[in-house]
């Protein structure tokens, strides 16, 4: 699990907003282990003799708890916030199901009740909320991409054995021997969401009123998401040795090639210094507004291996003011900008981080962002503009 503290279910008065009849519900399957810890689990229809402090007391260890019961317990604790209960709500409205809720039901309950009445709409909320979680992407590609053959899901048979390759990695690295990959068919590509484990932490915990310790697996969420487009694999933060399993476990098993996805630089920063402020425009891109640098970090090496971060609202205007101007030599290893869309007045954040990587908030801002960084040359060819501007086309219709 990403964290131990079931912080919805550590709390008498969460639980408390949890419908007594969906709470008995949903521990129902796991009596026998309350049981023996010492809780009675009441019966549906009477709130009498329900121990809530008890309860949460349980729920500061998992060392030998049900792990059918953490997966519960974590997947409903991470649903239950105010945007988690709109989403849930709103899948449910548009899958014709109603859930059972009080007037004005909590995130925690509404979460529950999803849980235990449209368990297929709950897990694939879960699933897409891991999936849209800020990240950051390292991006790997084929250079040969206009040969490269269309692909879509995988097949159960192909899965299976990806699953496999990995499994029988991570199982080595003492990480767990269970790996599930879940795909997901979107608009801007194959997305894959990769459950597996981490190494066994062991943590402090006072237990009874006693000193003891925790042992626990912590359970670790990767997202890939594959562009046909560009023949391109993005890859959230993994090691070294991890990037180079993905990579080659998915080439081989969706292109036949462990070698398919080159490790070649990606980005570059230099049009910064090339075309100063000429490189952030961006009235030829639709669905953006306006970009304005806003940090550089400088490498400078030497013997102390120096770095200068320069940072300010708006660093081209403040080096104009100064009249000053970017390092012509020193290589630029991070650059962040703040981005306007045409859709919204909010602004979100790009940060560079040449040679392969990016982070970006959201992941439908990723084509857009494409075709301006591509048209600018931010991005190292490729592949062709035309390419590009086709996406973004298709994703701004």
Known sequence: ?????????????????????????????????LGAKGFALPLEGSSDGFDY?????????????????????????????????????????????????????APTDVAVQAWLQAPEIFERAHNEYQLDRP??????????????????????????????????????????????ILPFERDD??????RRGEPIKRQGAVLDG?????????????????????????????????????????GKHLFEDDEFFSERGKYTLEPLRRDGEDSLVCS???????????????KWGGQHKEF???????????????????????????????VTFANTKKTRVLVIYPPNKINIKRHDDSIVL???????GFILNQTSEEDVENDVSVACS
């Open 135 to 180: 990240r950051s992407f390292e991006s790997f590609f084929n250079p040969d991409s206009k040969s490269v053959p269309a692909i879509k899901v995988p097949s159960a048979v192909t899965l299976k054995g990806m699953e496999a390759a990995l499994t029988e990695w991570f199982n080595r690295k003492k990480c767990g021997k269970t790996v599930t």
């Open 370 to 376: 494409d075709a301006w960084m591509a048209k600018r």
């Open 284 to 298: 030829d891109i639709e669905g953006l507004d306006d970009i304005v640098l806003q940090e550089v970090r400088i």
């Open 1 to 33: 699990m990403a964290t131990l503290n079931f912080k919805r279910f550590s709390h008498v008065n969460d639980l408390k907003a949890i419908h007594h009849d969906s709470l008995v519900r949903f521990l129902a399957p796991h009596e026998a282990y």
């Open 210 to 250: 006693k000193s003891g310790s925790v042992v626990y697996r912590p359970e670790k969420h990767d997202v890939l998401v594959y562009t046909p487009a560009l023949a391109e694999l993005r890859i959230s933060p993994v090691t070294k040795k991890e990037r180079e399993l993905y990579l080659g476990v998915f």
């Open 308 to 338: 200068e971060t320069r940072r300010a609202e708006d660093l081209f205007a403040a080096y104009e003011s100064r009249e000053k101007e970017l390092p012509r030599h020193a290589p630029l290893v991070l650059a962040k900008f703040r």
């Open 53 to 105: 402090e008890a309860l949460t007391s349980l729920f500061l260890s998992t060392e030998d708890m049900p792990q059918d019961l953490v997966e519960a317990l974590y997947q409903v604790n991470e649903m239950a916030t105010p945007e988690g209960m709109q989403d849930i709500l709103e899948r449910c409205e548009d899958a014709g199901v109603d859930l059972v809720l009080g007037e004005e039901p």
């Open 189 to 194: 590509g194959l997305w894959f969401l990769i």
